[in-house]
Nanobody, 124 residues
């Protein structure tokens, strides 16, 4: 069993930055890829970014490429999402998720544990 807890969300003006954290307990994350997803009101949950088990490989949605950075600290069992140049369309609940394997994937079906989410609101 794995528990994932996100933090770091909040209200920020367009152009600002936030850093989300995802802390895990119950199992070490160092053997698994991790991902961030987001869900805006009335929309499907969508892929944002993923990182492989070692941190050596990452993948991003086109909508956040160049603005967001995913990273991990396996010693702290924590994954991060640095979000810069935020836009109002980034407003959503952000979820971290654990993959059942080592490599990066963008499909929700590839992830077996999810956090409860943290709200990010970007004002214009």
């Amino acid at each position: 069993q794995v528990q994932l807890v996100e933090s770091g969300g909040g209200l920020v003006q367009a152009g600002g930055s936030l850093r989300l954290s995802c802390a895990a307990s119950g199992r070490t994350l160092s053997n698994y890829a991790m991902g961030w997803f987001r869900q805006a009101p009335g929309k499907e949950r969508e892929f944002v970014a993923a990182i492989n088990w070692s941190g050596g490989s990452t993948v991003y949605a086109d909508s956040v490429k160049g603005r967001f950075t995913i990273s991990r600290d396996n010693a702290k069992n924590t994954v991060y999402l640095q979000m810069n140049s935020l836009k109002p369309e980034d407003t959503a609940v952000y979820y971290c998720a654990k993959r059942s394997g080592l490599g990066v994937r963008s499909s929700r079906d590839e992830y077996d544990y999810w956090g409860q989410g943290t709200q990010v609101t970007v004002s214009s």
